[in-house]
């Protein structure tokens, strides 16, 4: 191909400023008068010329012409490598946007249809043992299910945390082949399904021990599914922890505990707190686990050790598997608790979490120079007083440096 | 090092020089977190061990009884000991695949929207939000499926029956294109719809790992070809996409184990059915995880042992494609650092 500058631009003009931008106005043009062409195109298909119906079917066939007239148009003054450019960059973009709104179609569907039963306080506050299918939303609640899922996740947390993270410690701070069994085990587990690890729970702690069901055994099948998600993730953060560091305690006589509870743990604290509470969401949003071992029940039960428990992805589960418009209502309404719940975790593990380990928030980082700085001067002062204690006067190189 | 010294060691003393014995001291608060840090590796050695060798054991009783059947009988009554998961295996896969098949261009595309077009002041944002995605409960996806996308996609359904029907996937039983009366709803509760929303739970998983490695290709290399010029599309197809194709491969099978041991969001949507259902726009399908949710409740001792089997099939299934995407993906990354 041959590019012909010359006819264009007349030597005589003066050289024009380079237009260095990333969007061309003439881009903006045409994909605007695209957009408006393939609109008013289908809807001619649409209303007059073909009996077609439905939203969605709307939607891709006039991003299918969208598509097609758009390649027409910017081959009228492109190049051909320009014009795929130019193609793929609409539909790379279109398919992130497609994936933003599904996200938001997700979340704000669910939320949206559960504000009727968030709206009334009751929900917050009762049970769901009193009211019957046929009952209106100001009757009836989830804090069976709230108080459910808040005791089987901390009682999962309190075996998992301490569990996984000596695990992960373990792995990184012993390695060897012994080391490397309990990883390929713990990374080979991360894949089990969770339904399999409530079966397993179901399987030994209430066919085969003779337990009942119970807020207990839900929170074994949530710790037996989130382990292997806390010590793997944990054990990639540990590993981050940069070598010098550790070598530096270790070379000032520190055990392995002392290096592991002063430099290493400290170190990675952010990212195993980050660790820690995606693997609550994980546990918390779960339902297969618990369905097959809480026992689904509609009243308040705060004993995990007997009768059956509830929690909110399980309550959803049940409520909306009525046909009754009310408990589907309130199906969504704790959803829309569950949502907020993760939302909210989410939101804490980004604050706490997403800097690497030794990266210091601007407060830690203030506090550790006035650290510093209080040690620097009672290293002086100490170096001053013993000076003057064998009588050597002021040395050379405390007359030069700047105090 | 230029300074050589030079040490006379006499004959007699050479014998004793050999390697040095090193020995660490060892106090004892550090013999004691030494043994608790292998204890709790132990532990969990034993807890993840337990339950493949219990799955192993108890399903292996109701493996004895069918023999082969267990693979290729389609019917679930093991009570009169007629089971076999051909059925809910095929199911299982049917819906994985339909999944991967909308997960990869839409995690793909938003992978390298992010790593290469998004504008950098919102770039932090989208990964927050993707990430967040992954993390939203399957319940909810299921909800969301059922309620919302359900009754839109069923003229969809309708229409790809009607005109792409002569492929065999795609035949509905029971439609007939120019019968106008026809109702949609034998596209409702079908492979395809609850492939569609699993696809979606696990875009978000498989795009992350791909825009990490989409990340990671060498600036040199994409200015190189920039500098040569190439479009931005020459540049991703020249240097991105050759070198994320161990992120695009592994993130792809990681989703694909993550579509397999879905539950909740598919047992919300299908309507199960125990023949093998090749048809995917038509109601009915089956998984093993949602055959294991249906059951378990009022199983018999066998039964219980039989869904044992069926859940081992479904674990080691998940362990094989888990294991070559962690392989695929560790390969990628350890290319990248030798950059």
Same mark, same amino acid.
């Given at each position: 191909?041959?590019?012909?500058?010359?006819?264009?631009?007349?030597?005589?003009?003066?050289?024009?400023?380079?237009?260095?931008?990333?969007?061309?106005?003439?881009?903006?043009?045409?994909?605007?008068?695209?957009?408006?062409?393939?609109?008013?195109?289908?809807?001619?298909?649409?209303?007059?010329?073909?009996?077609?119906?439905?939203?969605?079917?709307?939607?891709?066939?006039?991003?299918?012409?969208?598509?097609?007239?758009?390649?027409?148009?910017?081959?009228?003054?492109?190049?051909?490598?320009?014009?795929?450019?130019?193609?793929?960059?609409?539909?790379?973009?279109?398919?992130?946007?497609?994936?933003?709104?599904?996200?938001?179609?997700?979340?704000?569907?669910?939320?949206?249809?559960?504000?009727?039963?968030?709206?009334?306080?009751?929900?917050?506050?009762?049970?769901?043992?009193?009211?019957?299918?046929?009952?209106?939303?100001?009757?009836?609640?989830?804090?069976?299910?709230?108080?459910?899922?808040?005791?089987?996740?901390?009682?999962?947390?309190?075996?998992?945390?301490?569990?996984?993270?000596?695990?992960?410690?373990?792995?990184?701070?012993?390695?060897?082949?012994?080391?490397?069994?309990?990883?390929?085990?713990?990374?080979?587990?991360?894949? /089990?399904?969770?339904? @399999?690890?409530? +079966? &397993?729970?179901? =399987?030994?702690? *209430?066919?085969?021990? !003779?337990?009942?069901?119970?807020?207990?055994?839900?929170?074994?099948?949530?710790?037996?599914?989130?382990?292997?998600?806390?010590?793997?993730?944990?054990?990639?953060?540990?590993?981050?922890?940069?070598?010098?560091?550790?070598?530096?305690?270790?070379?000032?006589?520190?055990?392995?505990?002392?290096?592991?509870?002063?430099?290493?743990?400290?170190?990675?604290?952010?990212?195993?707190?980050?660790?820690?509470?995606?693997?609550?969401?994980?546990?918390?949003?779960?339902?297969?686990?618990?369905?097959?071992?809480?026992?689904?029940?509609?009243?308040?039960?705060?004993?995990?050790?007997?009768?059956?428990?509830?929690?909110?992805?399980?309550?959803?589960?049940?409520?909306?598997?009525?046909?009754?418009?009310?408990?589907?209502?309130?199906?969504?309404?704790?959803?829309?608790? /569950?949502?907020?719940? @993760?939302?909210? +975790? &989410?939101?804490? =593990?980004?604050? *706490?979490?997403?800097? !690497?380990?030794?990266?210091?928030?601007?407060?830690?980082?203030?506090?550790?120079?006035?650290?510093?700085?209080?040690?620097?001067?009672?290293?002086?002062?100490?170096?001053?007083?013993?000076?003057?204690?064998?009588?050597?006067?002021?040395?050379?190189?405390?007359?030069?440096?700047?105090? | 090092?230029?300074?050589?010294?030079?040490?006379?060691?006499?004959?007699?003393?050479?014998?004793?020089?050999?390697?040095?014995?090193?020995?660490?001291?060892?106090?004892?608060?550090?013999?004691?977190?030494?043994?608790?840090?292998?204890?709790?590796?132990?532990?969990?050695?034993?807890?993840?061990?337990?339950?493949?060798?219990?799955?192993?054991?108890?399903?292996?009783?109701?493996?004895?009884?069918?023999?082969?059947?267990?693979?290729?009988?389609?019917?679930?009554?093991?009570?009169?000991?007629?089971?076999?998961?051909?059925?809910?295996?095929?199911?299982?896969?049917?819906?994985?695949?339909?999944?991967?098949?909308?997960?990869?261009?839409?995690?793909?595309?938003?992978?390298?929207?992010?790593?290469?077009?998004?504008?950098?002041?919102?770039?932090?944002?989208?990964?927050?939000?993707?990430?967040?995605?992954?993390?939203?409960?399957?319940?909810?996806?299921?909800?969301?499926?059922?309620?919302?996308?359900?009754?839109?996609?069923?003229?969809?359904?309708?229409?790809?029956?009607?005109?792409?029907?002569?492929?065999?996937?795609?035949?509905?039983?029971?439609?007939?294109?120019?019968?106008?009366?026809?109702?949609?709803?034998?596209?409702?509760?079908?492979?395809?719809?609850?492939?569609?929303?699993?696809?979606?739970?696990?875009?978000?998983?498989?795009?992350?790992?791909?825009?990490?490695?989409?990340?990671?290709?060498?600036?040199?290399?994409?200015?190189?070809?920039?500098?040569?010029?190439?479009?931005?599309?020459?540049?991703?197809?020249?240097?991105?996409?050759?070198?994320?194709?161990?992120?695009?491969?592994?993130?792809?099978?990681?989703?694909?184990?993550?579509?397999?041991?879905?539950?909740?969001?598919?047992?919300?949507?299908?309507?199960?059915?125990?023949?093998?259902?090749?048809?995917?726009?038509?109601?009915?399908?089956?998984?093993?995880?949602?055959?294991?949710?249906?059951?378990?409740?009022?199983?018999?001792?066998?039964?219980?042992?039989?869904?044992?089997?069926?859940?081992?099939?479904?674990?080691?299934?998940?362990?094989?494609?888990?294991?070559?995407?962690?392989?695929?993906?560790?390969?990628?990354?350890?290319?990248?650092?030798?950059?």
């Amino acid at each position: 191909m041959t590019t012909v500058i010359g006819d264009r631009l007349p030597p005589t003009t003066p050289e024009a400023r380079r237009n260095t931008a990333t969007i061309r106005t003439v881009d903006v043009i045409r994909l605007l008068g695209c957009a408006a062409a393939s609109i008013g195109f289908t809807s001619w298909l649409y209303f007059s010329a073909l009996p077609l119906e439905g939203f969605l079917g709307f939607v891709l066939i006039s991003y299918g012409l969208f598509l097609l007239l758009f390649m027409v148009v910017t081959s009228f003054d492109e190049n051909g490598p320009t014009v795929r450019d130019r193609i793929i960059e609409v539909v790379v973009n279109s398919l992130a946007f497609l994936m933003l709104l599904a996200l938001f179609s997700v979340v704000f569907y669910t939320v949206g249809r559960g504000l009727g039963p968030l709206g009334n306080l009751n929900f917050f506050v009762q049970d769901m043992s009193l009211a019957g299918p046929l009952d209106p939303l100001s009757k009836g609640g989830v804090i069976h299910a709230m108080a459910g899922t808040l005791i089987m996740i901390t009682m999962a947390l309190a075996v998992s945390v301490p569990l996984g993270l000596l695990t992960a410690v373990f792995l990184s701070e012993y390695p060897g082949r012994y080391a490397r069994i309990v990883r390929t085990i713990v990374e080979a587990m991360t894949a /089990l399904p969770s339904i @399999v690890a409530g +079966l &397993f729970i179901y =399987a030994t702690v *209430i066919i085969f021990l !003779g337990f009942n069901r119970s807020g207990l055994a839900a929170s074994l099948a949530i710790t037996v599914m989130m382990l292997p998600i806390i010590i793997r993730s944990a054990d990639v953060v540990l590993r981050l922890v940069p070598g010098n560091l550790k070598e530096a305690a270790r070379a000032l006589g520190a055990s392995t505990w002392r290096t592991v509870w002063t430099v290493t743990l400290p170190t990675a604290r952010s990212g195993l707190t980050t660790a820690i509470i995606l693997g609550t969401a994980r546990g918390i949003g779960e339902t297969s686990p618990v369905l097959l071992t809480a026992g689904a029940t509609t009243f308040l039960n705060l004993n995990p050790l007997s009768g059956p428990m509830s929690s909110l992805p399980l309550t959803t589960f049940a409520l909306v598997r009525s046909p009754e418009p009310n408990m589907i209502a309130r199906g969504f309404g704790s959803a829309a608790v /569950l949502m907020v719940l @993760v939302v909210l +975790l &989410f939101a804490l =593990a980004r604050i *706490i979490g997403g800097r !690497g380990p030794g990266q210091l928030s601007s407060r830690q980082e203030r506090a550790r120079t006035r650290q510093s700085k209080v040690d620097d001067y009672r290293f002086r002062a100490r170096e001053l007083g013993a000076r003057r204690h064998v009588g050597g006067g002021v040395s050379e190189r405390e007359r030069t440096s700047p105090s | 090092m230029s300074v050589t010294e030079k040490i006379d060691v006499p004959a007699s003393e050479s014998s004793m020089d050999r390697p040095r014995r090193l020995v660490a001291a060892v106090d004892r608060p550090d013999v004691a977190f030494r043994w608790i840090a292998r204890g709790s590796g132990t532990v969990v050695l034993v807890i993840m061990s337990l339950v493949g060798l219990f799955l192993l054991y108890q399903g292996y009783q109701a493996i004895q009884v069918a023999g082969l059947n267990f693979l290729t009988e389609q019917a679930w009554d093991p009570n009169s000991g007629k089971f076999g998961i051909a059925a809910v295996l095929v199911g299982t896969i049917l819906i994985a695949l339909t999944a991967i098949f909308f997960a990869l261009p839409l995690s793909l595309g938003t992978a390298l929207y992010i790593s290469e077009y998004a504008p950098r002041k919102i770039k932090n944002a989208l990964v927050t939000i993707v990430d967040l995605m992954a993390a939203v409960p399957s319940v909810v996806y299921g909800l969301w499926g059922l309620f919302f996308l359900s009754p839109e996609i069923l003229p969809v359904s309708q229409w790809i029956a009607s005109y792409l029907g002569w492929i065999p996937i795609f035949t509905v039983h029971g439609f007939k294109a120019d019968d106008p009366l026809a109702t949609p709803t034998v596209f409702a509760a079908s492979t395809f719809i609850a492939g569609l929303v699993v696809g979606l739970m696990v875009a978000p998983i498989t795009s992350s790992i791909m825009r990490e490695v989409f990340t990671q290709a060498p600036l040199g290399e994409r200015e190189g070809a920039l500098a040569l010029g190439a479009t931005r599309w020459g540049m991703i197809r020249s240097v991105v996409l050759p070198f994320g194709r161990g992120g695009i491969i592994g993130g792809t099978m990681l989703g694909l184990g993550r579509a397999l041991g879905e539950t909740i969001a598919v047992y919300l949507i299908i309507s199960p059915v125990f023949v093998i259902q090749p048809h995917i726009l038509e109601k009915g399908a089956n998984t093993i995880s949602a055959l294991i949710a249906l059951r378990y409740n009022e199983a018999s001792p066998f039964e219980l042992s039989a869904l044992m089997a069926a859940g081992l099939a479904l674990f080691l299934m998940t362990l094989v494609v888990n294991f070559v995407a962690s392989i695929i993906i560790s390969r990628s990354r350890s290319g990248s650092q030798g950059d």
